[in-house]
């Protein structure tokens, strides 16, 4: 049975106006779910977050800045909920990879691990395949500024959505940090034996010089998503 991504290389110039009816319809599925018909579909027995419990560093000179940093692989949803395999994650409860249950239950994670009342002043994700529709919108609303690259052959394009493209996201909360500069970065591909191919590999980084409100010097912040082989070495 052909994807529907196979499906739409065999249109001409179908693939690009239906990726933007697609990410519309996620747009507006997340922003008025009432009128999708949406609501409401997630049953109530589902399982909430894991507890987790915490060891606190040492604390830093008293006269230090602090910041907190979260690091996050969300779980591309082209690579689980929009796979018709599901990603292999079929002992999971199958509504618990829709998209609409994880999107909300990630940005609910992100906000309720806090330092002096205050959620992170960074967070860095990977496997995001929902940036603009999603996570920047929200994360905008709760005081956060972010930037994206996305890999350039994304596996999540060979799924049921070929609209969704994941990659990574860096995100910072403006009124505490302000950005400098930042740069994005395609990893070269290598051979075994570690010498350069001369390709590029589908591995990217963001990299940001950020200002901490009452530091002396800037702060450099990168997130990265490398490769590693599906076996215990990796």
Known sequence: RE????????????????GFVLRAFRYFRFHFPSASGLEGGIPDNLPGLYDRSWLLAPGPHPQAVWITVMQFNTLADGLCGMDSKKGGFTESPLESLDWKFRGQKIIEETQRHKVNGRPPDIIAMQEVDHFFDFFEPTLRSLGYEGRFISKPNSPCRRGLDPSLSDGCALFWRTDSISLVNYSTLNFDRLNPDGSATGSKSNQVAILATLQVAGAASPTLMAVAHLAAPKTAEG
């Open 3 to 18: 994807s529907m991504g196979q499906l739409l290389s065999l249109v001409p110039g179908c693939s690009r106006f239906v």
